[in-house]
């Protein structure tokens, strides 16, 4: 309730989930790199443009880790590889700082158009604030692209599954380290319920609605834009991490 009137949940027709599309992995000069990096650039970048022209909203992920964790061969804080690549962060965006709690909004989308969550396994659903946002957010097909796909991608799905939500991958934007693995991978979630889609037949889409009821159009002029500095995340439980260069919550 807000000033006497009942808040109406709202449900989105389409939210994207980003999965690490970080430096380590679609730079070919990363720690980890996708099979064929370079070319994961042109496919990515048509979802990220298809995303921003029809107000999509995105839940990315940031893998992180510290130099004394058991296998830190990538997304080490303070790293450049750990970065974001750039044209994946938007400038309406919020950072939510890991911390094992389940003190998060799911209204969070009322504001932002991007929420990016630490990650410290290949099961984003191990940070509690993710899992509460993604399970109660309501959202009528989730997609998701990013890497690893014979990994992360793969429990995620799986994950979102589980919960009873609509998935659709974006095959030919998921990048992998593993050809046939990630083959296997994609066979196996798509045997479990969810759809393939290529990013020729999401740039088709339209969003049928821009959800007024009074939600916010998602205009990058209407926020101070706000950039995530990778390199500020200071060690903590679950990637956890403050700076003043970064807007966060929880």
Not at 18 to 23: K, S
Not at 65 to 73: A, G, I, K, S, T
Not at 137 to 158: H, I, P, S, W, Y
Not at 173 to 199: H, S
Request: glycine residues 6%.
């Amino acid at each position: 309730m807000q000033n006497g009137k009942k808040t109406v949940r709202l449900t989105y027709p389409y939210a994207l989930i980003d999965l690490n599309t970080q430096g380590d992995f679609f730079s070919p000069d990363g720690a980890t790199p996708v099979v064929f990096a370079e070319g994961m650039r042109p496919p990515l970048r048509r979802v990220i443009a298809w995303m921003k022209r029809n107000h999509v909203p995105v839940v990315s992920t940031m893998q992180t880790f510290r130099c004394r964790d058991v296998q830190p061969d990538r997304c080490i804080a303070g790293t450049p590889g750990q970065s974001k690549v750039d044209y994946t962060v938007l400038p309406n965006h919020i950072f939510v700082a890991g911390d094992n709690t389940l003190a998060i909004s799911t209204d969070l989308f009322r504001q932002y158009q991007q929420v990016i969550f630490p990650q410290r396994s290949q099961d984003l659903f191990a940070n509690p604030k993710a899992d509460r946002f993604l399970t109660q957010v309501r959202v009528d097909e989730f997609l998701v692209f990013g890497a690893v796909c014979e990994q992360d991608v793969k429990t995620v799905v799986l994950g979102l599954l589980a919960r009873a939500k609509k998935v659709s991958v974006i095959t030919d934007a998921c990048g992998c380290w593993n050809q046939m693995e990630a083959d296997l991978a994609t066979r196996q979630v798509q045997a479990k319920g969810a759809n393939i889609l290529t990013v020729d037949e999401l740039v088709q889409r339209r969003v049928r609605t821009r959800w007024s009821n009074g939600q916010p159009r998602f205009v990058a002029e209407q926020k101070t834009p706000t950039i995530v500095e990778p390199h500020f995340l200071q060690p903590g439980t679950n990637g956890s991490g403050s700076s003043d260069a970064m807007r966060q919550t929880g």
